[in-house]
């Protein structure tokens, strides 16, 4: 649906890369390009290894994350705990540079707690750029670490834009990505007359027809018009049917792997949302799609009754 929208990968730790399933962490299709693979952790050492583990595998960039604040975070003193160590996280950003050649990037909160001066953030950003990072993502929150759960800190505390538009105005020569409450893409090019960037964290998982506009409206790339692809396995997608049917070759190879039709389907359950068919499609694919031996028929029955179910209702 889109060739330009950046993906990033949930956060995998260094513990993880180093001393677990390394490839299960970090193998990722061609078709994800431009695809940043997103670490936790707070040793320069174990980060740059693991940051070397993300290039060799042909990541874009690699992201630190500094604004998780989930309990197990907390107990390994990463995540959004490094707002308070920005000199830790300037040696961890300089360490990976130095080992890799693709951006090293950070995404982090506005503070955390009771933090309720801009000073901190800009603090922040300011002392971590001198270990090399360019761009920061900055989820216009603060993260509560106590008292709040991880979805509660993406909803609870209260957004303040204007203070990360006062970044890219104190920090011209940075990239500045604003993250955090942004569901349409009229609210991004709103922003985006004040920062360089947005993140959409869930909402395209919940509503990922909200890519298909995304070129056009944000990167004025109109496939449709004829304009060379930089991807040409990126076809542009027509409709919703379409769009579904050509991940079918895509299941087909995680079928053929060993791979069970639930880890792929369960990831685009919401293609259909706010369609007439979409309860229809989430139900059949809910119902059917953990049975032993399910099969590409039940995605194929599923897009065919949902689009019949369309049709009707346009007659």
Known sequence: MSRHTRVYTEMV????????????HLRFNEEEHPVALQL??????????????????GYDEINLNCGCPSDRVQ???????????????????????????????????????DDNSYDI??????????????????????????GLSPKENREVPPLRYEWVYQLKRDF?????????????????QTHLAHVDGVMLGREPYQNPWLLSEVDRQLFEDDAASGKPSALAHHPSMASRQTTAEALIPYLEKVLSEGGRLNHVLRHVLGLYQRQPGGKQ????????????GAGIELFEQAISQTEALIARRRV
């Not at 707070?42 to 290039?55: C, F, I, N, R, T």
């Not at 390994?76 to 360490?95: I, N, Q």
């Not at 800009?122 to 509560?144: C, K, L, M, P």
């Open 13 to 24: 730790t260094t513990g993880a890369l180093i001393h677990g399933d390394s490839h299960r």
């Open 40 to 57: 936790g952790g707070s040793s320069p050492e174990d980060l740059a290894v693991s940051a070397k583990m993300g290039a060799d595998y």
């Open 75 to 113: 107990n390994g003193a990463f995540g959004a705990c490094l707002m308070r160590e920005a000199e830790l996280v300037r040696d961890c950003v300089s360490a990976m540079q130095e080992v890799v050649d693709i951006p090293v990037t950070v995404k982090h909160r506005l503070g955390i707690d």
């Open 121 to 146: 953030v800009r603090d922040f950003v300011g002392t971590v750029a001198e270990g090399g990072s360019q761009v920061f993502i900055a989820h216009a929150r603060n993260a509560w670490l106590k």
């Open 172 to 188: 011209p020569d940075l990239t500045i990505v604003l993250n955090g409450g942004i569901t349409t893409l009229d609210e991004c």
């Open 281 to 292: 499609f989430r139900r059949i694919l809910s119902e059917g799609m953990h049975a032993e």
